[in-house]
């Protein structure tokens, strides 16, 4: 089956701007949740969502949000992008709801520049 | 405050011996443990977890070690390869299904 998606791979922006990130997840996930890797800094959860809904939030700001659509697509969006924007961000999607250790299936992300 | 640690940014390891990789946590709450790997300009991949009732988990040349009186999270690699050259994260899991990640090892298996 298909993996997860996202889409662009790699993408340049320049400070003030915003973007657009977008994840596909696995048929049947209903959980994506969102990450920011950037060296050091491992890899710091932004949001997750479920069935359109978002069920938890990291500790980023406001500039930085979400949305699911009904058929589990996910995009998050950031505006007045900053440097330190610049990362790596990663979706990945689950079969919330199975007992055990939550498995997430993660994308090839999307390397944001912000220059 | 980070509740979970991977103290060790990289390791060097030679091909055949054993690799350790190391994550120790703050909170007596989690559910499981687990590791993942991530090759560059690829997304992390899940590898193998363990149950906070549980004190080792073995899935061929990978074992976890969970060392709850200590807080402590290792991963034995035996024999290492070359292409197990990667970035491995540590994770933990609460509340059922909320995961914290660590902030990596790189693990470099040389010939």
């Known amino acids: 089956k298909a993996g997860v998606t996202q889409t662009p791979r790699y993408l340049i922006k320049t400070r003030g701007q915003q973007v657009t990130l977008s994840c596909s997840p696995i048929s049947g996930h209903r959980s994506v949740s969102w990450y920011q890797q950037t060296p050091g800094q491992g890899l710091q959860f932004l949001f997750e969502?479920?069935?359109?809904?978002?069920?938890n939030k990291g500790n980023f700001p406001g500039r930085f949000s979400g949305r699911q659509f009904s058929n589990s697509r996910s995009e998050m969006n950031v505006s007045t992008l900053e440097l330190g924007d610049s990362a790596l961000y990663l979706c990945a999607s689950s079969l919330l709801g199975s007992s055990g250790a939550n498995v997430l299936t993660f994308g090839a992300g999307s390397r944001l520049t912000v220059l | 405050d980070q509740q979970v640690k991977q103290n060790s940014p990289s390791l060097s390891v030679q091909e055949g011996r054993i690799s350790i990789l190391n994550c120790d946590y703050t909170n007596s709450m989690f559910d499981y443990f687990l590791w993942y790997k991530k090759y560059p300009a690829e997304g992390p991949t899940f590898l193998i977890s363990?149950?906070?009732?549980?004190d080792k988990n073995e899935d061929g040349r990978f074992t976890v070690f969970l060392n709850k009186s200590a807080k402590h999270l290792s991963l034995h690699i035996v024999p290492s390869q070359p292409g197990d050259s990667a970035v491995y994260f540590c994770?933990?899991?609460?509340?059922?299904?909320?995961?914290?990640f660590g902030t990596g090892t790189r693990l470099q298996v040389f010939p």
């Open positions: 994770a933990v899991q609460y509340n059922t299904d909320k995961l914290i």
């Open positions: 969502y479920f069935s359109e809904t978002q069920r």
């Open positions: 363990i149950s906070s009732i549980k």
